[in-house]
Every structure is written in structure tokens, then in C-alpha cells.
């Protein structure tokens, strides 16, 4: 076996619908806010689904040095939140990286050699801006009225700005976020799906224990308030349509009346340190990283294994990895969705790994109160499963009041609950692709 | 000691063709497979030709299993071609006794491609008012129109993991399965993370490699914009010219590349045939601009050099480079600085090759199509040649191998591939040895 170094959680930086930045985003989740409202990014009407999560309004230019405005007009909205999470998570972690130091803050001085600083990113598949996108192409509208792609090919493209594509290629969030703190060491883009923050954390998890890096921000970020990313999950059956007039009641996950799940944008990226890294610079540390694993769905490519197979592996891979025994758990971080049938997958699967012992410690989740931001999802709960363990509180999930009998989860959806947790743990799962990844953390005791 | 990884299957879908040992005799007589684009109309387009794939249907692979893939995209029946080939290759198709759950996947798999006719027309549709006259985009009107005309599962199958998803259900793959998506980078990355997978022990086997079509209109769009491909529209069969003073930008292909990896006592256990071992990898990103490599090949030059130290092996063990060698004007040169800086004197003594100049180049896909020739190249002590190589760019003055494959020994190879946005992965692997 390789070398095995101690890997801890020592920054945090989310961009969700119910707040920008750790403390805005435990106070909303903690008092049971929920940012799911009418649509406002764009005219929803034409939708049967016309709710979403909608990030506060924020300037960009908080978060990157007064160099690097030129480029944010390249930036798609995933990539602008990934920017804003990066920013967050830094400064949470006390680094005082490139952009950090750029912009005056911190004391001035670097703290994080760029050359073993690494970012491991999950994306999805970004949408372009459909107005910019559409009208360009209505350029191309031949005499009858269609359109015409040889008009498009003679003309029509050159109503794209020439740096266009670089808006929308996943790794896009990876490059400009290594560009603005100058991370240098190993760098990857996952893309998959509502999986993806799971398995880049637990990447650069491993990433930091072989010793390829010492500091790596990982996590996930995705729009999907975008017309196209609304009429995806629209024609693949996966929204609730009944809730546009109590957006608030929308995305119900684990529950007798689940009618689907609402989308959002939003993500997270988190500061993973080696200990010693993070101690020679007196670091905060909010918990240790003990368990990554993974599994994925040999059942079908894009419904869920009723059997819940694919989530057992991943958590037994996990609980494996973490050496735990499944009675050490006292925090269950699941998805929950909101879309019944991988609901009721995913209760197998976690009652697969853990039996009886699930009902008897507390679960949250982020969906009811977020929504749900694919790529980013993931490391949303991560961020939440950390401050739980960290202060030792469990915030409420909303929207768990009439739970299915089949759910195993034991949920508060009103108040937060006090609990001392010494070993908790998070699963995502893609909804198309099979993929799922779990991550489990402990307390950080010497 | 770490597990150590082999790699005992191949498989590919290119467009010099689908058989190894067809496409690699192709690769050594310096054939190219680029023609006039036919995936869609582009007479019009600065650039009209490509490398595309030809003639493929994935069911003369894998037969009626197909059926069950109906409506996967492109990408994904390439990946379920070249995987089945790799799978066999591998000795695995009547082999029991693999723990399903010790088996996984890692792609570097591209997005979509998009269902363009629809989607064109919604976009049309959403900017044309009840009198015809164009007006911004009224997603009101192109929300009736795109639910109308989108198909669920052609929206579904565009998501860039699902070709790793449908993989795992072919070859009952229940171990870690992901997707990475770094450009350019994507399967030499995917590679080099299932590498690491199998040695730490998340797994035992990999199926690992990429699959990428951007030969569709929004896909040549973006490059064409970007002024990134090759517009040699008159003579396409020589417009991909890696390290030609006179190259002009990069020919777009379309493919996949998957290799079976395993650690090391599972080949030996089932008697597997060990091709190569895979011995180091290297990620970095240049951290500098969105659109331009660092000038002096800061990322690259680390890429390699994390590669070599991971392998235990310095400069002088390199016999071999695949080179990302686009044919643009910018890799082309950096690439060979960052050769040049880290390989120092003996940087003009190892030959390197791009066969892009053959194959175009594959995007995601394109890092592990070249690993397969590094374990060809290894096996048959031949290298590729870089064709259209005509005349010398004082910027580009390493041994490119040009135009004729060369008679090597090559114990080990190293491959690299940068991505757009400063992505740089390097893989080496060596011919086995107990």
C-alpha cells in the first residue's frame, strides 16, 4: 500500500440559493429558509415547472483581482459561481493565495506554494446563453424561414463573440479558479453529473494522502437557470410541476407526495489540506477526511437500480476506506433528491450498508431548502455535513414532515437538533449515468 | 510498494478504421484519414474537412447487445465499440471470476454531441415574432417550441458521463466509475486517475480511455471562431502538419481509445498477456491564461517531470514521446521548448511523433488513442511517423520522425496532451518486465 498521509477539511465556500458564504448559508439552512421562489433570471412561462433556486445577487468582482475583470466577461454563470464559492472557500481556510494577495487582504503575505496546490472540479454540462446563442443563430434564417446552416456556416457564426466556446467547456470553472489563486499542482474537471463534487472531493482526497499536492480545493459548481437546463429535466419527467404556487412546498425528498425535484443553481468548493500542511500553518481544522468510495449502477445508465445497489457499494467502499464499522455512524447525508423512484433506491441503498442503525441517527439534506444545482449538489451537502460535525448541530430539512413509510432516515424538518458527531457521511449519485460516490469525515482528534 | 498497474487490452474507433492492427499498419505507412466533412453540411464553414469515423455501426461489434443502447449517442457507441474490442482483446469475454464490484471505469468522455436540427429550430422559432420579423429571444416561445421539439432521450444521452454509464452496464462494471472532461487532456487524465485507482486499491480493474465526437455544427463553430483549426480547405489531406513551419492549426477528428488496466497479480492470476506496464502520470495546470500556454511551458515541463518522478524514471529512459502536437501554431512550439528544456541535450535524441498528423485530433479521446500506439510502438519496436512534414520551423527542432515510420527499440514511452484552458497530463508506460 501506498504511503497514506492524514488529509483534513480546513475551508468552505458555497454559493446557494440561500446564501452566498458559510454563515449566511448555516443561518438560512439552520432556521429553515428556503430559496426556492418563481423564476427570475428569465420569463418561465412557457414552462409546466416555473420555480428554481436563484443564487443572491453578487458582484463578481469581490471575489477576483481588478487584473482578471477582462476575463469574467468569458464566464458563464456556473463559472462565475465556481469563482465566487473559490473566493469564499480561500479565504474561510485562511490561504493567502494569488488573488488574495492581489487584492490586498489577508496579511499580505502567501501562505500556499502554488506548485503543490492543486483543484479538482466538478462541472456539468454548461449551457450556453440561449439568447446570445438563439439570436446568433436566427441570423442564419434562410427566406422561408428555417434555418439555413449554410448561411450559418458563410455568416451567420461570425455573430459569436471568438472566444465563445470557451465560456462552455466543463474545465472552464478549473481554469479560470487555478488562474485567479494560482494553483499549479494536479487539476481535474469530473463531470459526473450530480456525482461529480462527490468523487472530485474524494479525488483530491486521495490526491493529498499519495502526496502529489498539500492543498487542493475541490467541489462542484452548475447553473441549471438557463432556459435549456430547465427543459432538460422538463422532457426527462424529473420536475415537480404542481408546486409553482407554493415554490416553498416544491422538492419534498423521501415523502409520500414527492412530485419531483426543482432546479437551482449553486455549488461549493472546499479547502482539503494535508494535516501537517494545515497544522505548520496553525490552520483551522473543522474535520478529518476519512472515507472516500464509489460504485456505479450496472442495473441501467439512467434509472436508478431498485435495488440500490450502486449507493451500497459506494458507502461500503466508504465505511471500508474510513475503518468504520457501519454502528460508528452518527450523520447520514443523503441525496434526496425528490424523484420517487430514486428516492426510494437510494433508502436501500443506504439501509444496505448501515441496517437498523440509520433510524437511530439524525439525516439531513440541503435539497428542499437549495434545490437541485447537478454538479454542484454535492459538495453543498458536503459543506453542511462539515458544520454539522463541526458544531455539533444538525440544521433541519425541510419538507420531511410526511416522510414514506419505506424511509429510513430519521429527518427534523422544523428545528435544529444538538448532536455530537464523531463520524459522518454523504452520498451522491448521478441521475443519468449510473455513478455514485460517498464521503465520509470524522472529528479531528491529534 | 505500490500495486502495479498493466495494461492487457485495447480497442479503438478512429478514423483510419476499428481494428488495431489495421488502423496501426495504416499509422506506419503514414496514411491520413481526413475528408471532406459528411456528419453534417459544411461546405460553407471556414474549415469543411475532418477526420471522421467511418463506416461504423457499434452492432458489428457487440451484435444484438446493441439493441439494449438504442439511442446512445456517438460518443457513446464509439466507447462501446473500442471497450468490447479491449474487453476481448483482454482475454475477458469467457472469463469468470471477476468480482464485479473490483471492476470500474474511467473515461475522459465528451459532451453530446447536441441534437442540433431541433435545437436550431427552437432557437429560430424562439427569435421569430407572429409577423416573421427577428426580435431577441423570447424563451416563452422557445420554451413551447423546445419541449415540442427535443427528444428526452437525445437530451438525456448528451451528458458527457453517460458513455462511462453505459460501459458499466455492458461489462456489469459495479466498481468506481467517473468521467473526467479536461479538454484536450481528458483521457490521458482518465487514465492516469484509473492508474492511481487500481494502486491504491479503489479497484482492480479499469476500463479506461476517452470517447469525443465535436465533428458537429456548434462543435466546429466554437473552433473555427476560436481560429483554432486548420482552414487548408484546398489540400485537407496535408492540413494537419504537426511542427511544420507552415502548419496552420488543427484538423478535428472524432473516436475512441479504451485500454483495460489491472493490477498487476490479477493479469498474472488469470494469465492474462501483459502489453505494457503503466508506470507514471502527471497533472498540472498552467494557472496562467484562458486562452494562451504558458510561454516558457511552465505546466508542461511539470507534467512531464511529475510523470518521470512518479515512474522512477529520468530523461534518459525515454525512448519515446507522443506528442500532443496539435498543428497549432502555439503547442506546437511550447511543446517543443518544454521537450527541449526538460530533456536537455538529449531532448533531439528521442524521436517524437504526432499522429494527429493521421488521425486529426480526437479531442477528449485523443490522449488514450495515443497510448495505444505507445504500447504498439513498444511491442513491434516501430514509431509512427508525423506526415507532412515539409519544411522546418526554426521554433519546432526536435526529431519529428517525418513522414516515414522509424525502426525503434522502445522500452519506454512517454505521451502527453494539454487542454484548452491549461490542462496537462502526461502518462508513461514501459514494456513489462517481471
Known sequence: MSIRRRVVVTGLGVGTPIGIGIEPFWD???????????????????????????????????????????????????????????YHAVRDAGLNTKCIVDRGEGDGSPNVDSTRFGANIGAGLICADLSELAGAL???????????????????????????????????????????????????????????????????????????ADVCICGGAESKINPMALARPQLLGRLDTDSNDRPELACRPFSRNSRGTVVAEGGGLVILEALEHAK???????????????????????EPDPSGKPAAIALRNAVADASLNPGDLDLAVPFGVGITPYDHAEIKGWESCFGDHLHRIPAMTTRPATGYNGAGCGAIDFAAMVLSLHRST??????????????????????????????????GYALAGGQAAALIIKRYEE | MDRRVVITGMGWVTPLGHDIEQVWSGLLEGRSGVAPTKNFDASTFPTSFSAEVKSYRVADVIGDAARRHEGASRNTRFALGAAAKAWAHAGLDNFVGLDPTRVGVYLGGGEGPLDFAPFAAAAVRGCVDDEGKTQPLDTVRWAEEALRLLNATNEREQDPNLAAGHLAVYFNAQGPNCN?????????????????????????????????????????????????????????????????????????????GILILEELDLARSRGAHILAEVVGYGSTADAFRITDIHEDGRGAIAAMKVALGSAGLTTADIDYISAHGTSTEENDKIETLAIRKLFGDRAAQVPISSVKSMLGHLIAAAGAVELITCVLAIRDGMVPPTINYTEPDPNCDLDYVPNQARKVEVRAAL???????????????RGFES
Not at chain 1, 461570425?158 to 465560456?167: E, F, M
Not at chain 2, 487524465?189 to 485507482?197: I, R, S, T, W
Open chain 1, 394 to 427: 444538525v440544521p433541519p430539512t425541510r419538507n420531511t414532515n410526511e416522510l414514506h413509510p419505506d424511509c429510513r432516515f430519521s429527518f427534523a424538518p422544523n428545528d435544529p437538533r444538538d448532536a455530537r458527531i464523531r463520524n459522518a457521511a454523504t452520498l
Open chain 1, 280 to 302: 505548520a500553518r496553525g490552520a483551522r481544522i473543522y474535520a478529518e477526511m476519512a472515507g472516500f468510495g464509489a460504485g456505479s449502477n450496472a442495473h441501467h445508465w439512467a
Open chain 2, 415 to 429: 505521451s502527453n496532451s494539454f487542454g484548452f484552458g491549461g490542462q496537462n497530463d502526461t502518462i508513461i508506460i
Open chain 1, 28 to 86: 438560512a439552512l439552520t432556521t429553515g429558509v428556503c430559496g426556492i421562489k418563481r423564476i427570475e433570471a428569465f420569463d418561465p412561462a412557457g414552462f409546466p415547472a416555473q420555480i428554481g433556486g436563484e443564487l443572491p445577487p453578487f458582484k463578481l468582482g469581490d471575489f477576483i483581482p481588478k487584473t482578471y475583470r477582462k476575463s469574467a466577461k468569458v464566464m458563464s454563470r456556473d463559472i462565475e459561481i465556481a469563482v465566487a464559492c473559490a
Open chain 1, 138 to 212: 436566427a441570423t442564419a434564417k434562410g427566406d422561408d424561414g428555417v434555418f439555413d446552416i449554410r448561411k450559418w456556416g458563410a455568416e451567420g457564426m461570425q455573430n459569436l463573440t471568438p472566444l465563445w466556446l470557451l465560456k462552455f467547456l466543463p474545465n472552464m470553472l478549473a481554469c479560470h479558479v487555478t488562474i485567479v489563486h494560482d494553483c499549479q499542482a494536479p487539476s481535474n474537471t469530473v463531470t459526473c453529473g450530480e456525482a461529480s463534487s462527490h468523487l472530485a472531493i474524494g479525488e483530491a482526497f486521495r490526491t493529498i494522502a499519495r502526496g502529489a
Open chain 2, 180 to 256: 473526467t472532461l479536461t479538454a484536450c487532456a481528458a483521457s490521458t487524465q482518465a487514465l492516469g486517475e484509473a492508474m492511481h485507482m487500481i494502486r491504491y486499491g479503489d479497484a482492480d480493474m479499469m476500463i479506461s480511455g476517452g470517447t469525443h465526437s465535436m465533428i458537429h455544427p456548434l462543435g466546429v463553430t466554437g473552433f473555427n471562431r476560436l481560429t483554432a483549426l486548420s482552414t487548408r480547405n484546398d489540400s485537407l489531406q496535408t492540413a494537419s502538419r504537426p511542427f511544420d513551419r507552415t502548419r496552420d492549426g488543427f484538423v478535428i477528428g472524432e473516436g475512441a
